[in-house]
């Protein structure tokens, strides 16, 4: 880097110095500060409090801000050093040597310090940031996946504290990201980010030899977000002697490096936006992922979710995908009893649990009776990250305490019809069963039961992986009688009410229905997860929902369409509509939106786009909307507010990874015709084109077109085309690395095989095709331009392996039966 770069008044003692992206000001006049900090030619710090050292104790605070004598500054090429940084009292002697490296993508700034003795800190900045307001930045993503969204720091001096090194601050208006990464051997990092009294965002780094805690609640030390109050953090011992920590600043483009692509027919800042920000709040810190915000006054985290690793999906962030394998690693450690039963809940506090139904970790059972969807709901949750990150040793860790939540639940089969009873018999014991929790669902749930099927299924797969075929077997057996009993009529022991054309919810043990009002989440359950099968009644409760919405022009679907009868919820349920009994919730959206895509995606769509809308207006900051007026309400805020939009990802846009490839199903409109993914999968970036009927996956080396769902995996110089939801591949390719292939499929069968392929830049070098799934041990013809090239015999497993030279000009190969 030029030594232009570095600006030294001596007189003023400042100095200006940086790369081409961030510009900082150190002062250095009886004080060591950072006076002045411009990202991209936004200034996000200006002051007497910029960047600097503060150590606070019951009796004093000392900081880099005041000190008895000028620091000495060296400059030696792209260095500055600060020595001579002397500040304590009290028989508490600091000093600090301040280093600075530039280099053209980043800043790092090391800190030396010499304590003279031990020291209990009540506060600790290793540095602090003071920027310049709250919404300098809009929000700052954690390493492992969470988000400081400064739009909920309502109040003044709101903090919230998590563990981590990296801190990405961003403002999507500007573009400008920074990122702050802590590095400090051998000592743990915490972070916190406060709403200063004049408005300023403090941001405050600790190290410190031991894990920092929570100081409140006091008999919990659990929470992370404190209100009034800076201390999120209990004090912490600072110990005599030498320590050393790195900080580096550097610059990204938000929109690139967070960039969604092309997205036409919607609004592409808000599906950003909501993305970007509800669907993350619901990490509550490191290992403690969930849908209830950490901005929740008791910090809830609801276990009896099953869509927490679809959440990954929309987010796109391998952070996430990572922080949230550590928190079911922690979940399997420390939330499941050793019976297999899961516990439902976590909490700051133990207010919301049984009487000494918690742990000292936090886990509770919930005070309005035993939640049995939290059995599922973690084997999906393992299922659906699996598929996402594909390690098969990671999903092997957790297969016998899967296994465990899954056979405690499925043993609650108690009459051998395939569905598993609840805690209760009756409604009349006013005990809530799953996720609507203060509706009395009992005996046999069809809410729980949906998700039961689910997780069956999807677990069945991964032991199939594992090479369990017993266990596969077991579960699949015990999904197929789930299904049939869930199919049944109501007079028959099922949950299909003929008369009201609908699933209900549950039924008591003396045979009584119950929840006959459309209950949206069971009905949409019924049809996304597969149970509901029948065209017939699919069609009958996706057009009856409609009709009632169209009716009473809502922007989103209620949790009922009409009311619970008396006796079967909280009291205060009543009347009509009123919180669970027919209130707006949104966290079944993408449910709900895949429920819709196969049979009109239109509808799924124009939900999405009035919850995008929505955001525009308040940012879904609420738990709920109230059905009457359609207003937000309660500040139990949720993360499942953004599923629509993971629906749209998901169920429209159709992308789903899977443990051996990434599946595209699109159920696109004409409206979203030329819509231009940017996707993140497994290291590499993904360009996914969405037009009417053609569909494309493309990585920049190879690209696969289809117009139907298909299939897609790319290693090294390998790549394979899956037709459909196959999970075996039907096609793959080697090539040389040289190559920029297309490979536009035309028909696959196992008689006949037609694709065209072609080169962007001219592709040169032998190709090896391997044709899978044919008919066993026959001859084929292999066809360029309907030239014969080759005849060859197929394997006994159905597989042929050519070669074919590479060249310019698009060429149609047809591997046929004959």
């Given at each position: 880097m030029a030594q232009s770069k570095i600006n030294n008044d001596a007189r003023a003692k400042k100095v200006v110095f940086g790369n081409e992206k961030i510009t900082l000001t150190l002062d250095y006049n009886k004080r060591a500060n950072v006076s002045q900090a411009i990202v991209n030619g936004q200034q996000v710090i200006q002051g007497d409090a910029g960047i600097y050292s503060l150590i606070r104790t019951k009796v004093s605070q000392y900081t880099t801000l005041t000190l008895p004598a000028d620091p000495s500054l060296t400059i030696a090429g792209n260095t500055i050093i600060l020595k001579g940084i002397s500040y304590g009292g009290q028989g508490l002697a600091i000093e600090e040597t301040w280093t600075f490296t530039i280099s053209a993508n980043d800043i790092r700034f090391d800190i030396d310090r010499t304590t003279s003795k031990a020291v209990i800190a009540e506060d600790l900045g290793s540095p602090v940031f003071r920027f310049d307001a709250i919404n300098t930045w809009e929000g700052a993503y954690q390493d492992y996946g969470g988000l400081a969204w400064f739009y909920l720091f309502n109040k003044k001096r709101d903090t919230y504290g998590v563990r981590s090194s990296t801190s990405e601050f961003w403002n999507s208006k500007t573009g400008n990201g920074?990122?702050?990464?802590?590095?400090?051997?051998?000592?743990?990092?915490?972070?916190?980010?406060?709403?200063?009294?004049?408005?300023?965002?403090?941001?405050?780094?600790?190290?410190?030899?031991?894990?920092?805690?929570?100081?409140?609640?006091?008999?919990?030390?659990?929470?992370?977000?404190?209100?009034?109050?800076?201390?999120?953090?209990?004090?912490?011992?600072?110990?005599?002697?030498?320590?050393?920590?790195?900080?580096t600043l550097s610059y990204?483009?938000?929109?690139?490096?967070?960039?969604?692509?092309?997205?036409?027919?919607?609004?592409?800042?808000?599906?950003?936006?909501?993305?970007?920000?509800?669907?993350?709040?619901?990490?509550?810190?490191?290992?403690?992922?969930?849908?209830?915000?950490?901005?929740?006054?008791?910090?809830?985290?609801?276990?009896?979710?099953?869509?927490?690793?679809?959440?990954?999906?929309?987010?796109?962030?391998?952070?996430?995908?990572?922080?949230?394998?550590?928190?079911?690693?922690?979940?399997?450690?420390?939330?499941?009893?050793?019976?297999g039963r899961v516990w439902p809940r976590w909490a700051y506090s133990n207010e919301d649990a049984m009487p000494q139904g918690y742990t000292d970790k936090g886990f509770y059972e919930a005070q309005w009776g035993y939640l049995?969807?939290?059995?599922?709901?973690?084997?999906?949750?393992?299922?659906e990250l699996y598929d996402q990150n594909g390690d098969l040793q990671w999903v092997k860790t957790h297969q016998q305490s899967s296994e465990k939540a899954l056979d405690w639940i499925v043993g609650r089969d108690s009459d051998d019809n395939g569905l598993v009873e609840m805690m209760t018999d009756s409604h009349k014991q006013k005990r809530g069963s799953d996720w609507i929790d203060i509706i009395w669902a009992a005996y046999e749930n069809a809410f729980v039961n949906a998700k039961l099927y689910r997780a069956l299924v999807l677990w069945a797969g991964v032991e199939k992986q594992l090479g369990n075929t017993v266990k596969e077997k077991y579960y699949m057996a015990f999904a197929e009688k789930l299904k049939a009993s869930f199919n049944k009529p109501t007079s028959s022991g099922g949950f299909w009410d003929a008369e009201r054309n609908c699933y209900?919810?549950?039924?008591?043990?003396?045979?009584?229905?119950?929840?006959?009002?459309?209950?949206?989440?069971?009905?949409?359950?019924?049809?996304?997860?597969?149970?509901?099968?029948?065209?017939?009644?699919?069609?009958?409760?996706?057009?009856?929902?409609?009709?009632?919405?169209?009716?009473?022009?809502?922007?989103f679907w209620p949790i009922s369409l009409y009311s619970y009868a008396p006796?079967?919820?909280?009291?205060?349920?009543?009347?009509?509509?009123?919180?669970?009994?027919?209130?707006?919730?949104?966290?079944?959206?993408s449910v709900a939106a895949r429920a819709y895509a196969s049979y009109k995606p239109e509808i799924a769509l124009k939900y999405v786009k009035r919850v995008l809308t929505q955001y525009a207006k308040d940012g879904l900051a609420f738990q709920?909307?109230?059905?009457?007026?359609?207003?937000?309400?309660?500040?139990?805020?949720?993360?499942?507010?953004?599923?629509?939009?993971?629906?749209?990802?998901?169920?429209?846009?159709?992308?789903?990874?899977?443990?051996?490839?990434?599946?595209?199903?699109?159920?696109?409109?004409?409206?979203?015709?030329?819509?231009?993914?940017?996707?993140?999968?497994?290291?590499?970036?993904?360009?996914?084109?969405?037009?009417?009927?053609?569909?494309?996956?493309?990585?920049?080396?190879?690209?696969?077109?289809?117009?139907?769902?298909?299939?897609?995996?790319?290693?090294?110089?390998?790549?394979?085309?899956?037709?459909?939801?196959?999970?075996?591949?039907?096609?793959?390719?080697?090539?040389?690395?040289?190559?920029?292939?297309?490979?536009?499929?035309?028909?696959?069968?196992?008689?006949?095989?037609?694709?065209?392929?072609?080169?962007?830049?001219?592709?040169?070098?032998?190709?090896?095709?391997?044709?899978?799934?044919?008919?066993?041990?026959?001859?084929?013809?292999?066809?360029?331009?309907?030239?014969?090239?080759?005849?060859?015999?197929?394997?006994?497993?159905?597989?042929?392996?050519?070669?074919?030279?590479?060249?310019?000009?698009?060429?149609?190969?047809?591997?046929?039966?004959?």
């Amino acid at each position: 880097m030029a030594q232009s770069k570095i600006n030294n008044d001596a007189r003023a003692k400042k100095v200006v110095f940086g790369n081409e992206k961030i510009t900082l000001t150190l002062d250095y006049n009886k004080r060591a500060n950072v006076s002045q900090a411009i990202v991209n030619g936004q200034q996000v710090i200006q002051g007497d409090a910029g960047i600097y050292s503060l150590i606070r104790t019951k009796v004093s605070q000392y900081t880099t801000l005041t000190l008895p004598a000028d620091p000495s500054l060296t400059i030696a090429g792209n260095t500055i050093i600060l020595k001579g940084i002397s500040y304590g009292g009290q028989g508490l002697a600091i000093e600090e040597t301040w280093t600075f490296t530039i280099s053209a993508n980043d800043i790092r700034f090391d800190i030396d310090r010499t304590t003279s003795k031990a020291v209990i800190a009540e506060d600790l900045g290793s540095p602090v940031f003071r920027f310049d307001a709250i919404n300098t930045w809009e929000g700052a993503y954690q390493d492992y996946g969470g988000l400081a969204w400064f739009y909920l720091f309502n109040k003044k001096r709101d903090t919230y504290g998590v563990r981590s090194s990296t801190s990405e601050f961003w403002n999507s208006k500007t573009g400008n990201g920074l990122t702050v990464s802590v590095s400090a051997p051998g000592k743990q990092i915490a972070m916190d980010y406060s709403r200063a009294v004049d408005d300023k965002l403090v941001y405050t780094v600790g190290v410190s030899s031991t894990e920092m805690q929570p100081r409140f609640d006091p008999d919990t030390k659990r929470r992370m977000y404190v209100r009034d109050t800076t201390d999120v953090w209990a004090p912490v011992e600072i110990g005599a002697g030498k320590s050393t920590q790195s900080i580096t600043l550097s610059y990204f483009d938000f929109n690139k490096k967070f960039g969604r692509g092309k997205l036409v027919g919607i609004d592409q800042e808000q599906v950003s936006a909501v993305l970007n920000t509800i669907a993350r709040i619901g990490v509550i810190g490191k290992k403690h992922f969930g849908g209830n915000s950490w901005h929740t006054p008791y910090g809830p985290i609801c276990l009896h979710e099953q869509y927490i690793a679809q959440m990954g999906l929309g987010i796109n962030d391998d952070n996430y995908l990572t922080g949230y394998r550590e928190c079911l690693d922690y979940y399997r450690d420390n939330a499941i009893k050793p019976d297999g039963r899961v516990w439902p809940r976590w909490a700051y506090s133990n207010e919301d649990a049984m009487p000494q139904g918690y742990t000292d970790k936090g886990f509770y059972e919930a005070q309005w009776g035993y939640l049995l969807d939290s059995n599922p709901d973690f084997v999906i949750n393992v299922a659906e990250l699996y598929d996402q990150n594909g390690d098969l040793q990671w999903v092997k860790t957790h297969q016998q305490s899967s296994e465990k939540a899954l056979d405690w639940i499925v043993g609650r089969d108690s009459d051998d019809n395939g569905l598993v009873e609840m805690m209760t018999d009756s409604h009349k014991q006013k005990r809530g069963s799953d996720w609507i929790d203060i509706i009395w669902a009992a005996y046999e749930n069809a809410f729980v039961n949906a998700k039961l099927y689910r997780a069956l299924v999807l677990w069945a797969g991964v032991e199939k992986q594992l090479g369990n075929t017993v266990k596969e077997k077991y579960y699949m057996a015990f999904a197929e009688k789930l299904k049939a009993s869930f199919n049944k009529p109501t007079s028959s022991g099922g949950f299909w009410d003929a008369e009201r054309n609908c699933y209900i919810h549950w039924r008591d043990k003396d045979g009584s229905i119950h929840g006959t009002n459309m209950v949206t989440p069971v009905n949409f359950m019924a049809i996304a997860y597969g149970i509901c099968d029948d065209p017939t009644r699919i069609k009958t409760i996706l057009d009856t929902i409609e009709a009632q919405m169209q009716k009473e022009n809502l922007f989103f679907w209620p949790i009922s369409l009409y009311s619970y009868a008396p006796g079967e919820g909280n009291d205060w349920q009543f009347p009509f509509p009123n919180y669970e009994n027919g209130d707006i919730f949104l966290s079944w959206g993408s449910v709900a939106a895949r429920a819709y895509a196969s049979y009109k995606p239109e509808i799924a769509l124009k939900y999405v786009k009035r919850v995008l809308t929505q955001y525009a207006k308040d940012g879904l900051a609420f738990q709920r909307y109230g059905r009457a007026q359609q207003d937000g309400r309660g500040d139990d805020i949720l993360s499942g507010n953004a599923l629509s939009v993971v629906g749209l990802y998901q169920a429209i846009y159709g992308i789903n990874p899977l443990y051996n490839r990434f599946y595209l199903d699109p159920h696109t409109t004409p409206d979203l015709a030329g819509t231009q993914l940017k996707y993140n999968y497994r290291n590499q970036q993904l360009t996914i084109d969405l037009d009417v009927n053609r569909y494309a996956i493309s990585n920049g080396q190879f690209k696969i077109v289809s117009n139907t769902d298909f299939g897609f995996y790319n290693t090294g110089n390998e790549v394979s085309y899956f037709k459909g939801n196959a999970d075996k591949a039907s096609l793959q390719l080697k090539a040389s690395p040289k190559n920029d292939l297309t490979l536009d499929i035309k028909k696959c069968e196992p008689s006949e095989v037609v694709f065209i392929q072609s080169s962007r830049v001219g592709g040169s070098g032998v190709l090896v095709y391997q044709v899978n799934s044919l008919r066993q041990s026959s001859y084929y013809t292999v066809l360029q331009n309907n030239k014969t090239l080759k005849r060859i015999k197929s394997t006994p497993e159905g597989t042929l392996v050519f070669e074919y030279k590479a060249g310019d000009a698009p060429n149609e190969i047809t591997i046929m039966l004959k």
